[in-house]
């Protein structure tokens, strides 16, 4: 089969498998009732479509998701109309490019891993040279010549370049021929002639380190890890936090793509510019970005730099770009306010009392369980839930242990500039909601939602390093080695020991790897019926769909109501009813300045004429507030959650609002 007939069965394979994920990441999000946020994302993104690109007249709410989620809403809504199905599509459309980027961004580390002897650091200096590209295999691998040299074969031979460049071949049974073996070849750097052990082919351009099968080997495996990692969210609030409207989630989208540019094109100079509007682009609709991608990238590469002490490479104008980044989201939100557009509050950013830190933690550990599936409702038979979560947990105890390898090469100075940015990402996510006043209950597990996608990234990249050591022994020879045959061989007791360790070694590292992508095709199968053969229940459409059927039946169109009940039931009736938002204030109801537009409260404009109150939230209106300012309705409806008050007068006169 050609390469190119094997690339086009490959693409195709992937397509089918992305419809595939997006029908069953489309039912699951079905399973979630969509309640106001979501809603109010979509009147805003119709609004932004049907002539006021600026929003102007809307207060959104301190995560304004303006450039990112409201454009997206505003693309499918050509075609659904404002719905609620739309969010759901949304939703799905969200998770399914989370997932394809992280899987990408994982088995990118294969991608130009191949180091030649020009880009070797100079002896006894440990220091790489100073290029945009140094992020090749000697990135976080800082090991020397002859351990990259290092060969292993399935027939449980090995080939060991020594110190004293000669290559010594060793069998299971002990036996051990060394040969001199050297080749020459000549530094970019310095034009001098070196000496090194060879482990590898003169056709491969004097190439050290993995080869193809390597790289392709290595990218699957890193692939398949991060898929089985992040393919089925769990049921309850892992949907609601995965698959609903939007949250924090769909911010690891620009996180994502800012990191696979870094990967993938960090020998072009538009590089820190395009990350730094990538960042932006992501900031001004959600300002986590600041916390858990500018101020990643700024501490590591800033850190870099200093070990280097190369302040114009690449790793200082990535500093700069993630400064950069901040600047011009703030300053594009500024603008925009400025010539009279969209109004966004600021988050407050504060942080709790040192005595609060160990329960936060505790609570932060069960919202991680939560996105790593290990803690689940009780949808199932009590034994298949302990199945899936069996199933879900390897992944989460190899994201801790990848975590944590990680974070020690960060501060060792060693780690690949990806790796340390993903980390040091995943400890501001965590961090900042365990030191702040955020809220801290199961519900808030959406503040830390991009740290998932990231953990799963960062775990199928420590495998593959692991994988690319010498002592492992489980990826393929590198192409093109000199056959172990063909060397000259004479005995050699001690190169003999020392070989035969390294044989046992890696026959541990082999039959380790054997076990781990028997665990791994077991967690993938077990994903894979999930996805086919678990169809969660579809919600209801809206929260308060029985009060939304009341109210068109009695031919109610537009009125006040608590906030969670008002602008999913203008969207989950398709706008033949409205429900703007309230407050209770001082013994009356008042506008609120969240998720809504001015024109919303004008009485010139509309004819209010009933109140929807929810029973268990007298934050946003209680049935005493309605009688004090309106009297007595002339129709009183009572529900198990709301009660409705109807009456035969414009409420909107003389109604005030918070803004």
Not at 21 to 26: R, W
Not at 615 to 626: C, F, I, S
Request: with cysteine; charged share 15%.
């Amino acid at each position: 089969m050609s390469n190119r007939r094997r690339a086009s069965l490959i693409v195709a394979a992937c397509l089918l498998a992305a419809v595939g994920l997006f029908l069953a990441y489309l039912r699951m999000a079905r399973a979630v009732t969509v309640n106001s946020d979501g809603a109010s994302n979509a009147l805003q993104a119709w609004d932004l479509f049907h002539g006021n690109p600026l929003l102007r007249g809307w207060t959104l709410s301190d995560v304004s998701f303006y450039p990112t989620e409201l454009i997206q809403y505003g693309l499918i809504q050509l075609v659904t109309g404002v719905t609620t199905d739309q969010i759901h599509v949304a939703a799905a459309v969200t998770w399914l490019l989370v997932v394809v980027m992280a899987v990408w961004l994982a088995c990118s580390i294969t991608r130009n891993r191949t180091t030649t002897l020009a880009d070797r650091p100079k002896p006894g200096t440990g220091d790489r040279p100073a290029t945009d590209g140094d992020d090749a295999s000697t990135t976080g691998d800082r090991t020397d010549v002859a351990s990259d040299l290092t060969a292993s074969a399935a027939d449980g031979t090995a080939t060991t370049a020594t110190a004293d460049g000669t290559a010594a071949t060793a069998t299971a049974d002990g036996t051990a021929a060394t040969a001199e073996v050297t080749a020459t070849g000549r530094t970019a750097a310095t034009g001098q002639s070196r000496t090194v052990p060879v482990g590898f082919s003169s056709s491969a351009g004097l190439r050290v380190g993995a080869g193809e099968q390597r790289g392709a080997a290595g990218g699957w495996l890193a692939a398949a890890i991060t898929l089985a990692i992040l393919a089925v969210p769990a049921p309850g609030l892992g949907y609601q936090t995965l698959l609903s409207s939007p949250n924090h989630t769909g911010s690891a989208v620009p996180l994502l793509l800012a990191w696979l540019l870094v990967e993938l094109v960090r020998d072009r100079a538009w590089l820190p510019y395009v990350v730094a509007t990538v960042l932006a682009w992501g900031a001004l609709g959600d300002p986590l970005i600041t916390f858990v991608g500018a101020a990643p990238l700024v501490i590591v590469t800033a850190l870099r730099a200093l070990r280097r002490r190369d302040f114009r490479g690449l790793d200082a104008r990535l500093a700069i770009a993630g400064l950069a980044s901040v600047a011009m989201s703030h300053a594009g939100i500024w603008l925009i306010e400025r010539v009279g557009g969209l109004h966004a509050p600021r988050p407050p950013i504060q942080l709790s009392p040192v005595s609060e830190w160990p329960d936060r933690a505790a609570t932060v550990g069960r919202m991680a369980a939560i996105l790593f599936g290990t803690t689940r409702p009780a949808v199932h038979a009590r034994w298949v839930e302990g199945v899936l979560q069996a199933v879900h947990l390897p992944g989460l105890v190899l994201a801790i242990v990848a975590l944590s390898l990680t974070v020690i090469a960060v501060l060792r100075g060693t780690a690949d500039r990806v790796d340390a940015v993903l980390a040091v990402a995943i400890v501001c996510d965590i961090g900042a909601e365990i030191v702040s006043t955020l809220p801290i209950d199961l519900l808030a597990t959406r503040e830390i939602a991009p740290a998932l996608p990231m953990s799963a990234v960062l775990a199928g990249r420590l495998i593959v390093r692991w994988l690319r050591s010498p002592a492992s022994g489980a990826l393929p020879p590198v192409p093109g080695a000199i056959p172990r045959t063909s060397i000259a061989a004479s005995v050699s007791i001690p190169a003999a020991n020392s070989v035969r360790n390294g044989v046992h070694g890696v026959v541990a590292g082999q039959r380790l790897a054997r076990a781990g992508r028997g665990l791994l095709a077991v967690v993938l199968a077990a994903q894979l019926v999930t996805l086919v053969a678990y169809a969660p229940p579809r919600a209801e459409p809206i929260e308060g769909q029985e009060a939304a059927n009341w109210l068109l039946q009695q031919g109610l169109r537009y009125g006040l109501g608590s906030y969670w009940v008002s602008n999913n039931i203008t969207v989950g009736t398709s706008r033949k009813v409205t429900v703007v938002p309230t407050l209770s204030g001082p013994g009356k109801l008042v506008g609120m300045c969240w998720q809504t537009h001015d024109d919303m409260y004008d009485a010139a404009k509309h004819d209010a004429r009933f109140v929807l109150l929810e029973k268990q939230r007298p934050m946003y209106g209680t049935p005493a507030d309605v009688l004090q300012q309106y009297g007595q309705p002339i129709t009183r409806r009572d529900f198990p959650a709301y009660v409705i008050f109807v009456y035969d007068r414009n409420l909107l006169d003389g109604f005030t609002t918070t803004c």
